[in-house]
């Protein structure tokens, strides 16, 4: 039973972490009373740690475009900086202080 448990969060994080890198919202929970089982079934909550999925299973990227100063680009490129690298772990430290 407790795989079963295990297999199923699995599952409602990996369609969850779909909707969301689609640029969906996060699906609603369903009431434990609108669930109905089938007979000698029962309902079970799911807890979903979506941050920790994502960081363990998120692959989808986006491409942006951005602009910087010119003076910044040749310090850059001559220091051998990786740019989708520096922009996505600001990013990433910026939304981790905020959760």
Known sequence: M???ILMAE???SGWVLDELEDG????EAS????????PGGFVSLLVLDMDAYAGRYGEKAVRKNLTIPAWLNTFAENNHINFSQ???DS?????????
């Open 91 to 99: 990013l990433i430290a910026i939304y981790q202080q905020q959760t």
């Open 24 to 27: 969906k919202n996060e699906p």
């Open 86 to 88: 520096v922009l996505q």
């Open 31 to 38: 009431s434990m009373e609108s669930v109905i089982p089938d």
């Open 2 to 4: 407790a795989d079963a």
């Open 10 to 12: 699995d599952a409602a």
